[in-house]
């Protein structure tokens, strides 16, 4: 189902739509997206103002800093209890930092980090794995964290670990999900990792024999790497770069967008993509509905989250049906906890509950635009 023109018109205004920008190079990251959507690399690249991310993100980079300690040998110690306390402390750091950094831009104040969603779990799952990496460290080569480059510049990262001995792998640690519903590793963790690969190869002059994306929850994907098809995907994404370069430079952004169940699935731009809503159906994915429309009703529920009543525009119900959405934390969404009625709003991967109702989640993505007059 596709979006009525008046609200894809308001949804792609000039002060809305990404202003792309010319690229020198990019990170294996931003090249997964531009290969699977052009139009991700605008949007990602576009100034949207200083962002405290969620207890999610933040959590995850602090797992990662301190993941990344390990594999550098900094917490390795003779005793469990020195190790213990070598974790503990830097863990403390990493969460200090990531809180402070958060609580400079979010609109509101967020919670003690030990009552953020998923922290006590985090925790765990993260000194587990940095114990594991410390004993490794202490047998093996690792190169954690170092800047490689392509022959050209034009492709540059710093992977989480390589290592060189005993075996010869790129590894990237994932602290979310690596699976998508279908059991599959994301397909953006697979190019990834391979143009990872693809650096290491320039650098060292030896193609990894394999690569890793290890989760943090123990769950692991390992494979051999082709030579070939590593080298020949490093190729097209610096030609994307180019081709995206060339489309910014004409002003032809609004062409880049590649729309479809699997590109869109895990965008986060999505609610704001008029390619998106002009290409989604509701069959995309029964389990993850996406709507937008107008906020007639807005309340606040018990625990804290907030609940709204929107009249639809378009999306995974017909225009003028009127849903409930339930669940919004105003910690992840701090512009849909501060929304009013008469605000157009549009959500991704909402829970259908009932016929006419949904629940946010983690997952979920919103995009909210006020009512004419207020400016906020």
């Not at 606040?300 to 017909?318: E, H, L, N, Q, Y």
């Amino acid at each position: 189902m596709g979006v009525r023109p008046i609200l894809c018109e308001r949804v792609t205004a000039p002060a809305q739509w990404p202003q792309g920008q010319r690229r020198s190079y990019v990170s294996p990251s931003r090249a997964a997206d531009l290969l699977v959507c052009p139009l991700r690399l605008a949007f990602s690249t576009a100034s949207h103002g200083k962002n405290p991310g969620t207890p999610a993100s933040r959590l995850g980079m602090a797992c990662h800093a301190v993941l990344e300690q390990a594999a550098k040998g900094a917490l390795r110690a003779a005793t469990e209890p020195a190790r213990k306390t070598a974790f503990d402390r830097a863990w403390s750091a990493a969460i200090a930092l990531e809180a402070d950094a958060a609580q400079q831009y979010a609109q509101r104040p967020w919670p003690a980090p030990e009552k953020w969603r998923g922290y006590a779990m985090k925790r765990a799952l993260t000194r587990r794995l940095a114990a594991q990496l410390s004993d490794e460290q202490q047998d093996a080569t690792f190169v954690v964290e170092e800047q490689l480059s392509s022959a050209s510049g034009r492709l540059r990262g710093r992977p989480d670990v390589i290592v060189r001995a005993p075996a010869h792998e790129v590894r990237d640690y994932k602290t979310g999900e690596i699976h998508d519903p279908e059991g599959r590793l994301k397909k953006n963790y697979v190019i990834q990792i391979e143009l990872y690969a693809a650096l290491e190869a320039e650098s060292s002059g030896q193609m990894p024999d394999t690569a890793a994306v290890i989760g943090l929850d123990g769950r692991n994907e390992h494979w051999e790497l082709q030579d070939a098809h590593v080298t020949a995907l490093a190729a097209t994404a610096e030609s994307a770069l180019t081709a995206y370069d060339d489309a910014v430079e004409r002003g032809r952004e609004r062409e880049l967008g590649q729309p479809g169940p699997d590109a869109c699935r895990w965008c986060p731009w999505a609610p704001r993509c008029p390619a998106f809503w002009d290409a989604y159906d509701r069959a995309w994915w029964p389990e993850a509905l996406a709507v937008h429309g107008t906020i007639t009703d807005k309340r606040v529920a018990a625990r804290g989250t907030a609940a709204m009543t929107i009249t639809v525009s378009g999306g995974a119900w017909p225009p003028a049906t009127v849903i409930a959405v339930t669940g919004i934390d105003p910690v992840t969404e701090p512009a849909l906890a501060e929304s009013e009625g008469g605000d157009e709003v549009a959500l991704t991967w909402l829970r259908p509950a009932a016929a006419d109702v949904a629940v946010a989640g983690t997952a979920s993505r919103a995009w909210r635009i006020p009512r004419p007059g207020t400016g906020t």
